[in-house]
């Protein structure tokens, strides 16, 4: 199955504990199809000290999710939307929102 989401793409989760939260794409995981979203299912790791400047502590960093479990962002609906893609004049793909036609 082909991903067709992107780093930077702003999405919202549709399942889970955080379920209606939205942000922006950090990395994308092809392997096991799973995303990581800036301050969304955040969980603790505890880090040991690497060096005299690098100190140890506990860190909050992003957990991945299912990508079946977001979706694209729409600012005008202002939800997760569907998608379709058009190629423009100069052969760029556009995204296009199903609902509402605009550019995501």
């Given at each position: 199955?082909?991903?067709?989401?992107?780093?930077?793409?702003?999405?919202?989760?549709l399942a889970g504990k955080e379920k209606g939260r939205s942000g922006k794409i950090i990395r994308i995981d092809t392997k096991k199809n799973r995303v990581y979203i800036e301050k969304i299912n955040m969980i603790k790791r505890h880090i040991k000290p690497r060096s005299a400047q690098e100190p140890g502590g506990i860190i909050d960093k992003e957990a991945p999710v299912n990508i079946s479990n977001v979706g694209l962002y729409c600012p005008k609906c202002k939800r997760a939307v569907r998608f379709?893609?058009?190629?423009?004049?100069?052969?760029?793909?556009?995204?296009?929102?199903k609902k509402c036609g605009t550019e995501v």
């Open positions: 199955m082909a991903i067709k989401l992107k780093k930077n793409d702003n999405v919202m989760v379709s893609v058009r190629i423009s004049d100069k052969g760029k793909k556009i995204r296009l929102c």
